[in-house]
């Protein structure tokens, strides 16, 4: 520790404590009003902690050069649907709070900037000559600030952040469109820096987003705050904010001081920071027998989640590192909070295994023209609606799993399908469900010439190129975004995306080992053992591990196991064929070794 204090004390020997202040879009003419706010902002809540401390607060003016490059409100429309996932009712349904001018512009110069190489040259430009100049202790960067100071700060920028500090709020890096884009589907964390903290307002409508990284010097602050009437991405709530204050303004002093910085830590924060040995391996179940609508219900979910569970101890997992939700429980909001559970603190060689066992469907979903573009996979927990609110896509998936270490052991297994099937008579019940008649409208067009209703043949994934590697054994037309293949981020062919990741040192995003019950165009259906119902995919795939657990053969890797509880189906009579989607390493690892 004493180490630690010398060398924070050297670097700030001057008791000067240097913030640099890096702002987003909108008007921040040299000298104006703007800065008076931002500068109480800050040296407001470092007097309250203390007041001797000696502030010196510089700022990175960005018009010029945003002024060169002025937005069309045609470009402002597109780049409002490429941030939103609902641009279309955003747009032509009653504006949300805060919808104004500057949630438009500050949309259309993100989308600009994450586009326009040039643009993004010239702003790195500026930020580095200021830094290199002024030599802050903090940057702090707020709105296209902080996408700017990401941009400049990895890859070969990361020495410009060395023994700094950053704090972005109001932030877009965490953004789909921009992770896609501008990361090559992976944000990484930046090792140089002394600490990046991320400050996170559920509230803020500017197309803000989580971040999830978890290296030792990143945190994601929680700042809540609620303005009635306009967005909520408000500077002085962001700087003033208690959790800010424990925590940036908390460090910046300690270090400045020379005193420890576990002092200026809430204990919502300090906890993820404890050097306590965390479990290697996690693992969440969910189960949904009982539905809302009583005509949805199945039998032997609820069952699958035992039978799995038993496998996992049987497997090395510790019993009270297993979650289990059912029935009720399995919300949208309840298995997203569990998710967070099981990824969260994921390092590489650990384990993490999440099952889910109901039923599933298929939703179309509308391009920022009105048109259905794609079916989104959706898990149907309980309380499945139909809407995006409620619907488990792969977007609310992705958005945990994208940044996970390359080397974690992360497992998907789903028992259910995504083609209907309640009002088809069946001996064997299958687990998917049909939309309501509007929502099968959205995928239907009228054929005069035949005088039938037809699908649409408008329906893609947004890479084709990644769809047609991942999903080899498609059968048939009909093409949707799988649950786990983050393809919303992958936004390039495989070629250009692999340079744009190599750029960054990374991989692209990171993907779980995927096992689907079977194929999209297939249904996924229940068997009766004795007087006992389990998903039959689920008791093959159980059967099968067990079986050859104990027997002297070959390793059994994921590929193979599929092609096992493939044949064993189909010497039951059921047609239906497991998938496996992996990148090729993983495919080859040992299933729950």
């Known amino acids: 520790m004493s180490k630690r204090i010398t060398k924070a004390s050297e670097s700030e020997q001057d008791s000067v404590l240097r ?66 996932k609902s641009a279309t009712a955003t747009l032509f349904a009653p504006q949300p709070k805060g919808f104004t001018d500057v949630v438009r512009w500050t949309a259309g110069m993100v989308v ?89 307002n559920s509230n803020d409508s500017i197309f803000t987003a989580e971040i999830r990284l978890s290296d030792p010097n990143f945190a994601q602050i929680p700042t809540f705050f609620d303005i009635p009437g ?3 991405h408000d500077i002085p709530q962001y700087m003033c904010h208690p959790r800010t204050v424990g925590t940036v303004w908390g460090d910046a002093v300690n270090t400045l001081r020379g005193r420890p910085l576990e002092r200026s830590m809430p204990e919502v924060i300090q906890k993820k920071f404890k050097w306590v040995e965390k479990p290697k391996a996690r693992a969440l ?10 005509a949805q219900n199945l039998e032997g979910c609820v069952n699958d989640v035992f039978l799995m569970s038993a496998l996992l101890q049987e497997s090395g997992f510790e019993a009270e590192n297993i979650r289990v939700v059912l029935n009720d429980r399995a919300t949208h909001a309840g298995v997203r909070e569990r998710l967070e559970w099981l990824l969260d603190g994921a390092q590489d060689r650990d384990k993490r295994f999440f099952y889910y066992s ?21 898990l149907v927990l309980y309380d499945f609606d139909w809407t995006r609110e409620r619907a488990f896509t792969d977007d609310d998936f992705y958005a945990l799993y994208s940044n996970l270490p390359y080397e974690l052991q992360f497992t998907a297994v789903f028992d259910c399908c995504y083609s209907g099937g309640l009002t088809r008579a069946a001996v064997n019940k299958p687990r998917g469900i049909d939309p309501p008649d509007d929502i099968r409208h959205r995928m239907l067009y009228w054929d005069p010439i035949t005088e039938m209703w037809r699908a649409r043949k408008t329906i893609t994934v947004p890479n084709k190129e990644f769809d047609e590697r991942f999903n080899k054994d498609r059968q048939g037309d009909l093409l949707s975004v799988r649950l786990g293949q983050a393809m919303d981020l992958r936004t390039s062919p495989p070629q250009e995306m692999n340079k744009k990741a190599a750029a960054r040192n990374h991989k692209g995003p990171y993907m779980p080992t995927l096992v689907y019950a079977c194929r999209e165009e297939e249904f996924s259906y229940e068997y009766t053992h004795g007087s006992i119902t389990y998903g039959a995919f689920t008791y093959s795939l159980v059967k099968t591990l067990r079986r050859y657990r104990h027997l002297k053969e070959p390793k059994l890797t994921f590929t193979s196991l599929v ?27 040992t299933p729950l070794g």
């Open 19 to 84: 913030i640099l202040c890096v702002h987003g879009v909108g008007r921040h003419p040299q000298g104006g009003a703007w800065e008076a706010d931002w500068k109480k902002s800050i040296e407001d809540p470092l007097k309250k902690l203390d007041d001797t401390v000696n502030v010196q607060i510089e700022f990175v003016y960005l018009d010029p050069i945003f002024d060169k490059y002025p937005i069309t409100l045609q470009g402002v429309l597109e780049a409002i649907g490429k941030l939103a």
């Open 112 to 200: 600009q900037w994450v586009e326009n190489e040039t643009l993004r040259q010239e702003t790195r430009k500026v930020l580095e000559e200021q830094i290199t100049k002024f030599k802050p202790h903090i940057v702090c960067a707020h709105s296209l600030g902080s996408l700017v100071c990401y941009d400049s700060f990895t890859g070969d920028g990361a020495k410009l952040i060395k023994d700094r500090r950053f704090v972005s709020f109001g932030s877009q890096i965490g953004n789909p469109f921009v992770v896609g884009n501008f990361a090559a589907g992976h944000l990484t964390g930046l090792k140089q820096a002394k600490f990046w903290y991320h400050l996170f």
């Open 230 to 232: 306009i967005a909520d």
């Open 285 to 294: 179940l969910v189960g949904i027998n009982e539905y809302s609508n009583p």
């Open 358 to 378: 109901g039923h599933g469907a298929q939703m179309p979903t509308y391009d920022i023209g009105d048109q259905v573009d794609r079916l989104d996979e959706a």
């Open 563 to 589: 092609n096992k509880v493939a044949r064993e189906l189909k010497v039951l009579g059921y047609e239906q064929t497991p998938t496996l989607s992996a990148p090729r390493d993983k495919r080859q690892k």
